[in-house]
């Protein structure tokens, strides 16, 4: 009722982790008119002069873009954005092919990270009910009373009360630690053996040194590097390799070395001497994949974002899923009228199978974008798919298409994306057998005037037929 609404707009809303999706939470919230305090342990970025975080840009898709539309921030975070229409596989020997991401028209975006989370702060701050109170570190809280322990930069530590907690603290959420406490919450956490490492490739008489709207792949089977755009011209390459291997570079020449032997044509662009001295300008960074369940405790405490769900990085959908929480909760909120004490269990309820599914889809593409691009029957289904999808476009769906392009819930992609593979597989399959079935009907039928040729000639005859594909 109204009434219920009007007392729960008083209500003070904590939203720990002023970073991605924190900032657009805050958005989210203050939109409802709660006051809300968003606590980050950083220094306002929007000051600092070198901001310490993760990779330098993301790609932003469907999901995230329609998050961001909700409280009035795409046209701004897109207009910064530069759209990739399709991969670029380079091959070993320098050619470049594109794989499209899907129709025409449909792309994915290149956004500075600082930058969207600058705005998404600066959005935040418009609203007059919003506080950001930087350089406060949440230490601890407590699930019994909801008070959260601050230490502030100069060591001095706050206690602050709120009538909802909202995590949004990353992937090593102290939020969580709490959770991690309770019984009957699940909690998994893996490593996997690559790590990465960022190098820029700078403009060539101020031009992009590559075609600029591509996302460029170097897939390497147990290595791989991509490189996203930038608007300043540059690209940032993220090289992701087993950690053993990393540790096996240890010089300027052997970087040299293993670019001659795996990334060769990259080496003139990223210039072999910064490559030499960029190479070791920061240790290579850890990927970590994080599952839980439940995301919310009582009506106090819920978690987004990586701090409920890191994934790796490998599907470019992090980020994505992190900002589609915000908007899931939100239609949750509209839908339950508010009230935290069923908003947040049925968060959890809808949320939980699809942000697994997403965690288990990143760690599959992990091993595909490494090895399956370069597969000519993994090129051949994707061409199927995209085929099959322009003449039955609303029964074949690739699952790239549903990730990216869609809002299609994570976990029905992955049903459906099992469906329709079991479908094509038997098509195929079944076209194979026709073909041979009528092809040796055709021979037995009307049988070809065979040259007569020693079955030695015939052989090598048939050898000089085998073309690459
Ligand atoms: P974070 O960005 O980690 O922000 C957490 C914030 O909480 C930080 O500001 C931190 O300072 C603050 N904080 C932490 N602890 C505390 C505390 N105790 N008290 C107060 N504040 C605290 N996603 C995509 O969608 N597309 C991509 O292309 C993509 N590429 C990626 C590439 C790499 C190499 C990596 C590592 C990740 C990539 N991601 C991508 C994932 C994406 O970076 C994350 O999903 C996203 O940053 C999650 O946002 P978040 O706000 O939940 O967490």
Redesign the pocket.
């Known amino acids: 009722t109204n009434d219920n609404k009007s007392i729960s707009k008083k209500k003070v809303v904590a939203v720990?982790?002023?970073?991605?999706?924190?900032a657009l939470n805050a958005c989210y919230f203050a939109k409802r008119g709660f006051q809300v305090e968003v606590?980050?342990?950083?220094e306002d970025i929007r000051q600092a002069k070198i901001v310490k975080g993760?990779?330098i840009n993301?790609?932003?898709s469907h999901r995230?873009r329609q998050a961001l539309k909700q409280v009035g921030m795409e046209d701004t975070i897109v207009s910064k954005g530069i759209p990739m229409h399709s991969r670029m596989i380079h091959s070993l020997n320098g050619t470049q092919s594109p794989i499209p991401y899907g129709k025409k028209g449909q792309y994915i975006l290149s956004v500075d990270?600082a930058n969207l989370n600058k705005e998404l702060l600066s959005a935040a701050e418009t609203y007059p009910n919003t506080n950001l109170n930087f350089a406060?570190?949440?230490l601890d809280w407590s699930t019994e009373t909801g008070a959260m322990t601050f230490v502030r930069a100069e060591g001095a530590k706050e206690e602050i009360q709120a009538d909802l907690i909202v995590g949004?603290?990353?992937?090593?959420?102290?939020i969580r630690k709490q959770f991690l406490r309770q019984s009957r919450f699940n909690y998994s956490q893996t490593y996997i053996p690559h790590g990465?490492l960022e190098l820029t490739m700078p403009p060539i008489n101020g031009e992009f040194a590559m075609k600029p709207n591509y996302l460029h792949i170097w897939p390497r089977n147990t290595f791989m590097m991509i490189a996203l755009p930038n608007l300043d011209k540059t690209f940032t390459c993220?090289l992701f390799m087993p950690f053993e291997e990393f540790e096996k570079v240890t010089t300027g020449d052997q970087v040299i070395k293993f670019f001659q032997k795996y990334f060769p044509d990259a080496i003139p662009l990223i210039g072999a001497e910064a490559l030499k001295r960029d190479y070791f300008h920061l240790p290579a960074?850890a990927?970590v994949s994080v599952k839980c369940s439940p995301y919310h405790f009582g009506d106090k405490c819920v978690l987004?974002?990586?701090?409920a769900h890191?994934?790796v990085?490998f599907y470019?959908?992090?980020?994505?899923?992190?900002f589609e929480d915000c908007l899931v909760f939100n239609e949750i909120m509209d839908q339950l009228n508010e009230d935290f004490s069923a908003v947040l269990p049925e968060y959890t309820r809808v949320r939980v199978p699809d942000d697994h599914a997403i965690a288990d889809l990143a760690m599959y593409n992990y091993v595909e974008m490494r090895a399956h691009v370069n597969s000519k029957w993994f090129l051949f289904r994707k061409y199927v798919d995209n085929f099959l999808h322009i003449i039955m476009p609303r029964t074949i769906i690739p699952l790239y298409t549903m990730v990216t392009f869609t809002r299609t819930r994570y976990h029905k992609a992955v049903k459906r994306w099992h469906w329709q593979d079991k479908v094509i597989n038997q098509g195929l399959l079944f076209c194979a057998a026709v073909t041979v079935a009528s092809g040796s009907y055709l021979l037995v039928r009307y049988p070809p005037n065979m040259p007569n040729i020693p079955t030695e000639q015939l052989w090598s005859r048939l050898q000089a037929l085998k073309s690459p594909f």
């Open positions: 720990v982790g002023g970073g991605l999706v924190g606590f980050e342990s950083r993760r990779s993301l790609a932003l995230g990270r406060h570190k949440l949004c603290d990353g992937a090593f959420s102290a990465y993220t960074q990927m987004m974002g990586d701090a890191a994934v990085p470019g959908q992090g980020m994505n899923a992190g």
